[in-house]
């Protein structure tokens, strides 16, 4: 993009998503009783995200706001080609923690998906499978850069407990060291 410059757009869209919500969306419109587990502001975004998720029918009592930090954004830029560029702001799930969590609410459920986090959130990770290990409850996982850069040997604990792991190829090859032949 040059500098400085004020381009026109043909097409521009507003929605809400990120891998917790598109996660809790996807299995409801499979039929499967879901709720989300996800941190916004007390703004407007964060507004959409939980009104869009009631409108799903995703239940929403394990929602938690920041006081502090706006809901999590991100603008994507399509060329022309389908090329994406990503610019991130990752707002108020990054201060996710444990100790906000209803866990009596989470230990009721029979899976739990654990997407990628980063920051102070990022022991989140860590923690949350832990918790679904001592209780039984099968476990989706979808690790980002913050978790990948740690190898198999660092995400070991998190893989003994894990049914199912979402990567791309290129995580793939990044976690196992495995490239392709």
Sequence with gaps: LPRGA???VDHLEVMTGGGATNVAVAAKLM?????????????????RVVEELRGYGVG?????????????????????????????????TCELS????CLDM???TQWLYVGSLRGPAAQVFFDLPAFAAERGIKLAINPGDTQLSLGMEGLAPVLAHTEIIFVNKEEAYQLTGVQPE
Excluded: F, W
């Design 6 to 8: 004020k381009l026109s």
């Design 31 to 47: 039929g499967l009783n879901t709720g989300c587990v996800c941190k916004v502001g007390m703004d407007g975004p964060g507004r």
């Design 60 to 92: 929403t009592d394990l929602v938690l706001y920041s006081q502090e930090l706006r809901t999590g954004y991100s603008v994507l830029i399509t060329d022309y080609s389908g090329e994406r560029t990503v610019l991130v702001h990752r707002g108020a």
């Design 98 to 101: 444990m100790d906000e969590l």
């Design 106 to 108: 989470l230990a009721q």
